[in-house]
Nanobody, 117 residues
């Protein structure tokens, strides 16, 4: 079993920054990613990083968010800059996709990010 625990969420003003962390209970040799979901809306892929370090971003966050990982610490990060009100959502990390979007086998509990004007 792999447990994922996110942290770093909070409330910030538009234009501000937050850095999310996701700690895995053990080393995992698979891709990881960040998703977000606003109330009443579907889950959206924010960013992914492969086990080889290749990254991908949703167009809505490209240039503002950066995904990274520390393999030694089994930790995934999401640096979020220039935050917008529409970035408000519960952010979850996920690991080990088996196919397309949202196919990951492991999921964290999520952390709330609220952006206000």
């Amino acid at each position: 079993q792999v447990q994922l625990v996110e942290s770093g969420g909070g409330s910030v003003q538009a234009g501000g920054s937050l850095k999310l962390s996701c700690v895995a209970s053990r080393y995992i040799n698979c891709g990881m990613g960040w998703y977000r979901q606003a109330p009443g809306k579907g889950r959206e892929l924010v960013s992914r990083i492969s086990n080889h370090g290749t990254t991908i971003y949703a167009d809505s966050v490209k240039g503002r968010f950066t995904i990274s990982q520390d393999r030694v610490k089994n930790t995934l990060y999401l640096q979020m800059n220039s935050l917008k009100i529409e970035d408000t959502a519960v952010y979850s990390c996920a690991a080990c996709p088996s196919g397309g979007v949202s196919s990951e086998h492991y999921w964290g509990q999520g952390t709330q990010v609220t952006v206000s004007s």
